[in-house]
């Protein structure tokens, strides 16, 4: 079975201008979640979703950042307008459940990410 | 709010030594422990996962403990290869209502040939 996909892998543009990043979850994973990575914070929950819903956007750091999960195969994390401090990993995970749906079994899956620049 | 802490950030060790990376949390009250490996430029992989009910997993090589009261996990890896070089994070599930992972900043490990 593929993994959790990612895409662009790379991404570089200039302040100002929009980005959208793309992750397609593992099939028949319910819950998908976007993270980013910085050498100073580390890793961080930026949001996720539970069947498609979004259930916490807690960690969306502004309200230039924006995500959507159209359907269970497909997921985006749009930032508009991007600005030089977004530049970091986005990583993108799944998982058939979580703990505090009754499962503490169940590991997240990651993608490869994607590296943003951002001039 | 959980904090997480690896230590040490670095560690460079010859080939074939067992060696000890820790993880420490503040909050005791956590669903499950995960420890993963990622390679660089790479996605994070899941090496181990620990419930909260469980005090050890071990996959080949590895052997991960959690001692919740303390608020402490190791990941032990035994007869370390070059191909184990790569950073460790450590990540847990805690309450608060949020359902993702809270991260350390990870280990970067080292291991000479």
């Known amino acids: 079975d593929a993994g959790v996909i990612q895409s662009p892998r790379h991404e570089v543009t200039e302040m100002g201008q929009e980005v959208t990043l793309r992750c397609k979850p593992i099939?028949?994973?319910?819950?998908l979640f976007w993270y980013r990575q910085t050498m100073m914070r580390g890793l961080e929950l930026l949001i996720y979703?539970?069947?498609?819903?979004?259930?916490?956007d807690s960690g969306m750091p502004e309200d230039r950042f924006s995500a959507k999960m159209p359907n269970a195969s497909f997921s985006t994390l749009k930032i508009q307008p991007s600005e030089p401090r977004d530049s970091a990993v986005y990583f993108c995970?799944?998982?058939?459940?979580?703990?505090?749906?009754?499962?503490?079994?169940?590991?997240?899956?990651f993608g490869d990410g994607t590296r943003l620049s951002i001039l | 709010k959980q904090e997480v802490t690896q230590i040490p950030a670095a560690l460079s060790v010859p080939e074939g030594e067992n060696l000890v990376l820790n993880c420490s949390f503040t909050?005791?009250?956590?669903?499950?422990l995960q420890w993963f490996r990622q390679d660089p430029g790479k996605g994070l992989t899941s090496l181990l996962l620990?419930?909260?009910?469980?005090r050890e997993q071990t996959s080949g090589r590895l052997n991960a403990s959690l001692d919740k009261s303390s608020g402490r996990s190791t990941l032990y890896i035994a007869a370390s290869q070059p191909g184990d070089s790569a950073t460790y994070l450590c990540?847990?599930?805690?309450?608060?209502?949020?359902?993702?992972?809270?991260f350390g900043k990870g280990t970067h490990l080292i291991i000479q040939p």
């Open positions: 995970a799944s998982s058939f459940s979580t703990p505090l749906a009754g499962f503490s079994n169940q590991p997240q899956h």
């Open positions: 099939s028949g994973h319910d819950y």
């Open positions: 979703f539970n069947n498609n819903v979004p259930i916490d």
């Open positions: 909050d005791s009250a956590i669903y499950n």
């Open positions: 620990i419930q909260s009910s469980q």
């Open positions: 990540a847990m599930y805690s309450g608060g209502g949020a359902d993702g992972l809270t």
